[in-house]
């Protein structure tokens, strides 16, 4: 990223606290918390306010991963770094997800957070919404994940707004550009003056959040109430803890050894990060992580590949919540799992990781597809953890968000595609970004 000599002379003023999105977006969560907890049934009614937000960014997320991917990729010489790219990013998420998943089954054996409960797995049965997720869990296997990624039609992504569709269209359809040389240049420039437009829909769409995360919020508290979760408290902050221990020592020694601090970076994407809090979906910070890493000094063509590709295969918070979750109703159901069943239990938690990714409710609908094929533990026994798991969800998706976020950097790093000094001057002075 170039530094505009007008803007180092003008730098841009600094804003009121109750100007910046993040803190906008605290008090919405405080305050949907509070009506929530005093006015249930009203709290309850505002679930529209969460679901339009996320809808209204939804709608700009599939042009934003094929503007940013096709005009990246249509910018590089050598086709074969593309590729080079693709590997990397394959090989980082598999190594971290795996780690993931052995940290939640390390972590559950030495807690133990079910033990005691003594449940018989026989009252578990014939709740309907376990059965609907157990249903959904058998539809997305892996053979019909890899084929969904073939879209129907060159459009049709476009339309559905399927993430790994966009992203083999658009890595499709940049490789084209880029082998058609100066003719498809015309077709270059106009992407890449779309893509203005585009981020400054996003950016205008983003002044919304607070509503969102204040509807989304209130409907959570007012519909479970804070007290639903208290007799669960040990499996909540046992995931809670484990996936900070996992950001700050596992990512963080990563981002030390790749020459940045894990904790700049958080400051750096805060904003997003509360938007991911109050809405608990990932997704609604999507676009704007994309174009936050890339003013990072992180090259277009990386940022668009590693991003999108990293919320369907590096979901380091869902991984640990899903062996944690699975011992969990194992050990609530007085089953003990030999080592043997417990490593069966993992690498099948691998695979399912990746065939429900990018399904709505993917982290209950993944463990779901594990327990099926794991028959020591009950499938029933999802309906233990089916009230708290809206008060996982939040941690799961902030878990996945930085981990993409530090993939982001590691990649392009890995593949010489990192602006070293402005990526250390922006860690520095975070303030000094601003989105279009």
Same mark, same amino acid.
């Given at each position: 990223?170039?530094?505009?000599?007008?803007?180092?002379?003008?730098?841009?003023?600094?804003?009121?606290?109750?100007?910046?999105?993040?803190?906008?977006?605290?008090?919405?969560?405080?305050?949907?918390?509070?009506?929530?907890?005093?006015?249930?049934?009203?709290?309850?009614?505002?679930?529209?306010?969460?679901?339009?937000?996320?809808?209204? &960014?939804?709608?700009?997320?599939?042009?934003?991963?094929?503007?940013?991917?096709?005009?990246?990729? %249509?910018?590089?010489?050598?086709?074969?770094?593309?590729?080079?790219?693709?590997?990397? %990013?394959?090989?980082?998420?598999?190594?971290?997800?795996?780690?993931?998943?052995?940290?939640?089954?390390?972590?559950?054996?030495?807690?133990?957070?079910?033990?005691?409960?003594?449940?018989?797995?026989?009252?578990?049965?014939?709740?309907?919404?376990? /059965?609907?997720?157990?249903?959904?869990?058998? %539809?997305?296997?892996?053979?019909?994940?890899?084929?969904?990624?073939?879209?129907?039609?060159?459009?049709?992504?476009? /339309?559905?707004?399927?993430?790994?569709? &966009?992203?083999?269209?658009?890595?499709? =359809?940049?490789?084209?550009?880029?082998?058609?040389?100066?003719?498809?240049?015309?077709?270059?420039?106009?992407?890449?003056?779309?893509?203005?437009?585009?981020?400054?829909?996003?950016?205008?769409?983003?002044?919304?959040?607070?509503?969102?995360?204040?509807?989304?919020?209130?409907?959570?508290?007012?519909?479970?109430?804070?007290?639903?979760?208290?007799?669960?408290?040990?499996?909540?902050?046992?995931?809670?803890?484990?996936?900070?221990?996992?950001?700050?020592?596992?990512?963080?020694?990563?981002?030390?050894?790749?020459?940045?601090?894990?904790?700049?970076?958080?400051?750096?994407?805060?904003?997003?990060?509360?938007?991911?809090?109050?809405?608990?979906?990932?997704?609604?910070?999507?676009?704007?992580?994309?174009?936050?890493?890339?003013?990072?000094?992180? *090259?277009?063509?990386? &940022?668009?590949? &590693?991003?999108?590709?990293?919320?369907?295969?590096?979901?380091?918070?869902?991984?640990?919540?899903?062996?944690?979750?699975?011992?969990?109703?194992?050990?609530?159901?007085?089953?003990?799992?030999?080592?043997? *069943?417990?490593?069966?239990?993992?690498?099948?938690?691998?695979?399912?990781?990746?065939?429900?990714?990018?399904?709505?409710?993917?982290? =209950?609908?993944?463990?779901?597809?594990?327990?099926?094929?794991?028959?020591?533990?009950?499938?029933?026994?999802?309906?233990?953890?089916?009230?708290?798991?809206?008060?996982?969800?939040?941690?799961?998706?902030?878990?996945?968000?930085?981990?993409?976020?530090?993939?982001?950097?590691?990649?392009?790093?890995?593949?010489?595609?990192?602006?070293?000094?402005?990526?250390?001057?922006?860690?520095?002075?975070?303030?000094?970004?601003?989105?279009?």
């Amino acid at each position: 990223m170039q530094i505009d000599a007008e803007s180092s002379l003008h730098p841009p003023k600094k804003q009121k606290i109750y100007q910046m999105l993040y803190v906008q977006v605290i008090v919405a969560i405080l305050l949907g918390i509070l009506l929530g907890h005093f006015y249930p049934s009203v709290g309850a009614d505002l679930k529209p306010l969460g679901d339009a937000f996320i809808k209204l &960014v939804k709608m700009i997320i599939a042009p934003v991963i094929f503007l940013t991917v096709v005009t990246g990729i %249509s910018g590089m010489k050598d086709m074969v770094s593309v590729g080079r790219v693709a590997i990397k %990013s394959l090989v980082y998420f598999l190594t971290f997800s795996t780690l993931a998943l052995f940290i939640g089954m390390i972590v559950a054996n030495l807690v133990k957070p079910g033990a005691g409960l003594n449940i018989d797995p026989t009252t578990l049965t014939g709740n309907e919404k376990v /059965a609907e997720f157990a249903e959904k869990a058998h %539809s997305y296997g892996i053979v019909d994940f890899l084929m969904n990624i073939l879209p129907t039609t060159l459009v049709s992504p476009l /339309a559905s707004g399927e993430i790994l569709q &966009v992203l083999f269209v658009a890595v499709s =359809f940049g490789l084209a550009l880029a082998a058609t040389g100066e003719k498809g240049q015309p077709i270059v420039d106009f992407l890449n003056n779309l893509t203005v437009p585009v981020f400054k829909l996003v950016g205008m769409f983003m002044k919304f959040a607070p509503i969102g995360a204040f509807g989304a919020m209130a409907f959570t508290i007012g519909k479970y109430g804070i007290g639903t979760i208290g007799n669960l408290l040990l499996l909540i902050s046992t995931f809670y803890i484990t996936s900070l221990l996992f950001i700050v020592v596992v990512l963080g020694l990563v981002a030390k050894y790749n020459g940045f601090s894990i904790f700049a970076l958080i400051r750096y994407i805060k904003d997003e990060l509360w938007l991911v809090l109050g809405t608990s979906s990932s997704e609604a910070a999507l676009p704007s992580l994309m174009q936050k890493m890339e003013k990072a000094g992180c *090259e277009k063509s990386v &940022v668009g590949m &590693v991003i999108p590709t990293g919320y369907s295969f590096n979901l380091d918070g869902t991984n640990i919540y899903m062996t944690m979750a699975a011992l969990f109703i194992a050990q609530a159901c007085n089953i003990d799992l030999s080592i043997g *069943e417990q490593i069966t239990l993992l690498l099948v938690a691998m695979i399912s990781s990746k065939g429900a990714a990018g399904v709505t409710g993917a982290g =209950f609908i993944t463990l779901a597809a594990t327990l099926t094929v794991i028959p020591t533990i009950p499938v029933a026994g999802l309906a233990l953890i089916l009230g708290i798991d809206r008060f996982m969800s939040e941690c799961r998706a902030l878990t996945n968000f930085i981990g993409n976020a530090c993939a982001a950097v590691v990649v392009a790093r890995w593949d010489h595609a990192l602006d070293k000094e402005t990526f250390d001057a922006t860690m520095r002075n975070p303030e000094s970004v601003k989105l279009d």
